[in-house]
C-alpha cells in the first residue's frame, strides 16, 4: 500500500457508509415484511400518513449521494490505486448508490403508515403496543375524535406522529392494544 492515510481513511469511510446502509436495508425490509405478515394474517390494517414526512429531506439526502457518489466515480477514474484501495473506494461507492435507491423508494413509500393489533407499522420497522405508548391528539373537541396519534419510544421526549382518516377503527384498535404504560 502507497498510501496508507488514504487507505485508513477510506476503511473508516467503508465501515460508516456499508454499515449504514446494511442497517438501513434491514430495517426497511423488516418494516415490508411486517406490513405483509399483518395484511396476510387478515389483521384489521388501517392506511395512515405519517405526520413527520418531509419530502424535501429526501430530495436533499438523495442529491448529496449522488453527489458524493459521482466524486467517488471521477476519484476512481482519474486515480491509479492500488487493489485495496480501488476495492474500499468502489464499495463506498455502490454503497451510496444503494443508499440512494433506497431513499427514491423511501421517497414515496415512508409517508404511509400502517395500524395494526400489533402496533404501528411505518417505512423502516414497527411501533409495537407492548413496547411504545401510544396517545391521541386531545386538542379536538370532546364530542368528535382525533385523527392524529402521537407514538412514543421508551424514554423519547419526542414522539413518531401519525393521522388517520378511519378514525374510529384506529380508535377502536388503539384502544383495545395499548399497554398502559406507568
Known amino acids: 500500500m502507497k498510501n496508507g492515510p488514504m487507505t485508513a481513511l477510506a ?3 467503508v465501515l460508516l457508509i456499508f454499515g449504514h446502509t446494511v442497517m438501513l436495508a434491514v430495517q426497511v425490509i423488516n418494516g415490508r415484511l411486517l406490513l405483509s405478515r ?4 387478515g389483521e384489521s390494517v388501517i392506511k395512515g400518513v405519517n405526520a413527520i414526512y418531509k419530502m424535501v429531506n429526501y430530495i ?8 458524493f457518489t459521482g466524486a467517488i466515480g471521477w476519484i476512481i477514474f482519474r486515480y491509479k490505486m492500488d487493489t485495496v484501495s480501488g476495492l474500499l473506494i468502489w464499495t463506498i461507492a455502490l454503497s451510496l448508490g444503494l443508499s440512494t435507491v433506497i431513499h427514491i423508494i423511501a421517497l414515496f413509500t415512508e409517508k404511509n403508515v400502517y395500524l395494526t393489533p400489533s402496533g404501528l407499522i411505518y417505512f ?10 401510544f396517545s391521541w391528539d386531545s386538542s379536538d373537541t370532546a364530542d368528535s ?3 392524529k396519534l402521537y407514538v412514543y419510544k421508551k424514554k423519547d421526549k419526542f414522539p413518531f406522529v401519525a393521522s388517520f382518516e378511519d378514525r374510529e377503527t384506529a380508535h377502536r384498535i388503539v384502544k383495545e392494544n395499548s399497554v398502559k404504560q406507568q
Not at 423502516?124 to 405508548?133: H, Q
Open 60 to 67: 436533499a439526502a438523495i442529491a448529496a449521494e449522488l453527489f
Open 11 to 13: 476503511f473508516f469511510l
Open 124 to 133: 423502516l420497522g414497527r411501533f409495537k403496543f407492548a413496547d411504545c405508548r
Open 145 to 147: 375524535l382525533s385523527d
Open 38 to 41: 399483518a395484511r396476510k394474517s
